[in-house]
T-cell receptor
Framework: SQTIHQWPATLVQPVGSPLSLECTVE??????LYWYRQAAGRGLQLLFY??????ISSEVPQNLSASRPQDRQFILSSKKLLLSDSGFYLC????????????FGPGTRLTVL | AQKVTQAQTEISVVEKEDVTLDCVYE???????LFWYKQPPSGELVFLIR??????QNEISGRYSWNFQKSTSSFNFTITASQVVDSAVYFC?????????????FGAGTRLAVHP
């Protein structure tokens, strides 16, 4: 079964600073990878998904970007953070081309001040 | 369009009570999958169950049970003899064939508080 790692676990950043969150997956090959954001007390919002290396689909316009430099690595970035970027960021993994469940990582809690 | 509705925002029960979390979904597809996830205070989403649209059998796993009814487009989750450790936010979710296997549609979640 797959294991999903995310780091850092928590992050406090000033407005306007850059961001890089990393997600790595073990125990599977060619997975679909996802980034979600959860604002405080709210539901989950899909930000990006990737079906392969270098293939990124964006769900909502924003100042965030994602990259997939390796099969089991998914990175969420920003050049300049906004206050509204604060939230809990979750990476998820799903077996490729399937309707299987997504498995989630432990998350990164980002506070932008 | 696909949609998942969890009308109960918060539920509060006393330990050992049974509690049912409601989930109603919308999809025009005949092939779809339904899921329940648990999000404890630590934040990580824990997968609980997957059910496909062709399997209407109810499922029981220990104190957890799920009632899937296509006629009412519902996939409700019951916890029997609730415990404090069941306190969490529970999400119902849907993947359907037209939405693509990579689009998991979540409900807004139900926060369950179990008090001793």
């Amino acid at each position: 079964s797959q294991t999903i790692h995310q780091w850092p676990a928590t992050l406090v950043q000033p407005v306007g600073s850059p961001l890089s969150l990393e997600c790595t997956v073990e125990g599977t090959s060619n997975p679909n990878l996802y980034w979600y954001r959860q604002a405080a007390g709210r539901g989950l919002q899909l930000l990006f998904y990737s079906v392969g290396i270098g293939q990124i689909s964006s769900e909502v316009p924003q100042n965030l970007s994602a990259s997939r430099p390796q099969d089991r690595q998914f990175i969420l970035s920003s050049k300049k953070l906004l206050l509204s970027d604060s939230g809990f960021y979750l990476c998820a993994c799903q077996e490729i081309r399937s309707y299987n469940e997504q498995f989630f990582g432990p998350g990164t809690r980002l506070t932008v001040l | 369009a696909q949609k998942v509705t969890q009308a109960q925002t918060e539920i509060s029960v006393v330990e050992k009570e049974d509690v049912t979390l409601d989930c109603v979904y919308e999809t025009r597809d005949t092939t779809y999958y339904l899921f329940w996830y648990k999000q404890p205070p630590s934040g990580e989403l824990v997968f609980l169950i997957r059910r496909n649209s062709f399997d209407e059998q109810n499922e029981i796993s220990g104190r957890y049970s799920w009632n899937f009814q296509k006629s009412t487009s519902s996939f409700n989750f019951t916890i029997t003899a609730s415990q404090v450790v069941d306190s969490a936010v529970y999400f119902c979710a849907l993947i359907s064939s037209s939405g693509g296997y990579n689009k998991l549609i979540f409900g807004a979640g139900t926060r369950l508080a179990v008090h001793p």
